[in-house]
């Protein structure tokens, strides 16, 4: 394996002939490059070979299936990591177009316990990436990530014999069929499905009218030049488009997809967004009540309502706070047997007869619909109204040079964690919890909480707080608190906006 350089640019001799990788496109939990100017195919062709190398040496079974996401070149970077995987020796099941779900899905179906997924996700064009695992349903995290970065760029990759590829022909209709064999709607609801144009436009309407939803198309339409928005919803401009959608139609609610279908965004049938914690709550609710005792994953930026809801408590429903990112979700849920993970970015894990445990838009949009089809009288809005009372704060992002953050970091968590054991108060109120699992969430006892992190690509912390009081408790948790305690470490920046 040629050891690939970092510093070839594109129209020349050397791109076409040595693989580019820069180191940067390797993160926590998946990898992403913008292509022709950090990675180009053969760049993409050493990843597949040190994939293939990492899976022998972990003494995985060498077979994968790949899938590719509606991309103009995701097709052609998929064929030049399968090219990579082939030299590692491995059997290649190409499942052709298809969600990061639907390939997450044929790591059971296909019986293939690796899987690597060609997606820029939300990303806007010339971004490519791939989302790898090596044990269904886990993706890799820092640790493997940590690992195959290494061989690549070291040049590492064994070639071995024994390559083989397949193309799986009408793969797409059997995960559809598997994902709306899980609802059966027995009333009517009128759902909008919007896709920004990505993939999720090819799968998100048939499985919604599968499971007996009347459906309205929102851009379902595949054009990988993203004319309106990014398919995203977490974006204002795709939910905007949401909303207006609901208004005009009188529909129930709107779901929307991002690029690779893994995540889903709701909005309610007032035009208003529904936070994906929020979600994640209101499922629990609903889904503790068929399940007693059930746990529950979210991350450490989701609303510390999970810990104080009164339903939750009655159904002797246990949540456990973990690390922010959709692969510690994914591997908490799967430690703890969980019944659910929510992540607040829109990731959700259904497992047991809910789901198969990854993060899959559209079994988190069959979730939705069954709460709503298991409380006939009540709509989405009069569900989330239902809920107690939270005010959340933005999450703000002061900077702090990557090679600073996390040393900085460590003292303010320890500073923390001496406050809670020297029995100190948060504006008069006790530390019931410090959660140190990914920077530190401080709980106080009526359920507030301050969150203080780092950003895990980004040369940022992150801060959030949240108040069972009022908005202005919010306010005050942050002037008065947080914003006070990091100003007091010189290495971290201006906060970019205020609450």
Request: proline letters at 4%.
């Amino acid at each position: 394996m040629q050891k690939p350089r970092q510093d070839i640019r594109p129209n020349t001799a050397e791109y076409e002939t040595l693989p580019l990788v820069k180191p940067t496109g390797f993160r926590e939990y998946d990898a992403r490059w913008i292509l022709e100017k950090e990675i180009n195919l053969l760049g993409i062709q050493a990843l597949g070979l040190g994939l293939a190398t990492y899976v022998h040496e972990i003494g995985q079974t060498p077979r994968i299936a790949v899938g590719h996401d509606f991309r103009g070149y995701s097709l052609s970077v998929k064929q030049a990591l399968i090219l990579g995987l082939l030299e590692g020796g491995m059997e290649v099941l190409d499942i052709g177009l298809a969600l990061s779900p639907m390939a997450y899905y044929a790591q059971f179906a296909l019986d293939c316990p690796c899987v690597a997924m060609v997606t820029a996700s939300h990303n806007e064009n010339g971004w490519t990436g791939v989302k790898m695992g090596a044990q269904a349903p886990l993706t890799f995290g820092p640790d493997e990530m940590g690992r195959l970065k290494e061989i690549v760029l070291n040049g590492q990759g064994v070639a071995r014999a024994g390559g083989r590829l397949e193309r799986v022909e009408g793969f797409r209709e059997t995960y559809i069929k598997d994902v709306a064999s899980k609802v059966k709607l027995s009333r009517p609801l009128k759902v909008v499905a919007a896709c920004g144009n990505g993939t999720a436009g090819a799968f998100a309407p048939e499985v919604l009218r599968l499971m007996g939803a009347e459906v309205i198309e929102m851009d379902t339409d595949l054009d990988y030049t993203f004319p309106k928005y990014n398919p995203n919803p977490e974006d204002h401009a795709m939910l905007v488009q949401m909303a207006a959608k609901v208004k005009e139609t009188g529909a129930d609610l709107a779901l929307g997809f991002d690029g690779d279908g893994d995540r889903c965004g709701v909005v309610d049938d007032t035009g208003e967004e529904i936070f994906a914690d929020k979600i994640g709550l209101m499922l629990a609710r609903d889904l503790s009540a068929i399940h007693p005792n059930a746990t529950f994953v979210v991350d450490v930026k989701s609303t510390g309502l999970y810990k104080t809801d009164e339903v939750l408590k009655a159904n002797g429903a246990t949540t456990v706070y973990w690390k922010t990112g959709h692969s510690y979700i994914k591997r908490k849920t799967a430690e703890l047997n969980a019944l659910a993970g929510f992540e607040k970015s829109g990731h959700f894990f259904l497992s047991g007869d809910l789901g198969h445990g990854y993060d899959d838009g559209l079994v988190a949009a069959g979730a939705v619909l069954a709460m709503l089809d298991r409380n006939p009288g009540k709509s989405l809005s009069e569900l989330k109204t239902a809920l107690p009372d939270a005010w959340t704060s933005l999450t703000m992002s002061p900077h702090c040079d990557d090679e600073l953050k996390y040393d900085v970091l460590a003292r303010i968590v320890k500073e923390y964690e001496d406050l809670a054991a020297s029995g100190g108060e948060i504006l008069g109120r006790k530390i019931v919890e410090a959660i140190t699992v990914n920077g530190v969430r401080v709980h106080l006892e009526d359920g507030s909480w301050v969150l203080v992190r780092a950003s895990s690509n980004k040369p940022e912390l992150v801060v959030v707080v949240e108040s069972m009081r009022s908005a202005d408790d919010m306010r005050d948790l942050f002037r008065k608190e947080v914003k006070p305690r990091l100003a007091a470490h010189p290495e971290i920046g201006a906060f970019n906006q205020e609450i």
